[in-house]
């Protein structure tokens, strides 16, 4: 079972994907700059460099 499916339908349309590493990554920036947790930071930096590796990195366009 995969955490994200890149192939999934609902992923088809590039601002899906690039809210869904956006989302991860400004909340780490809430997290690092105002409430000073830096665990919850790097939880949420992983979480957005994952979902950004997937949906555009290692994305395989089908054809």
């Given at each position: 079972?995969?955490?994200?499916?890149?192939?999934?339908?609902f992923?088809?349309?590039?601002?899906?994907?690039?809210?869904?590493?956006?989302?991860?990554?400004?909340?780490?920036?809430?997290?690092?700059?105002?409430?000073?947790?830096?665990?919850?930071?790097?939880?949420?930096?992983?979480?957005?460099?994952?979902?950004?590796?997937?949906l555009?990195l290692?994305?395989?366009?089908?054809?």
């Amino acid at each position: 079972m995969k955490l994200l499916d890149p192939n999934d339908p609902f992923f088809g349309k590039t601002w899906v994907r690039a809210v869904t590493v956006l989302a991860p990554l400004s909340w780490a920036a809430v997290e690092f700059l105002y409430i000073r947790d830096p665990l919850w930071g790097v939880i949420f930096t992983a979480a957005g460099a994952y979902a950004a590796w997937v949906l555009f990195l290692a994305r395989r366009s089908e054809k």
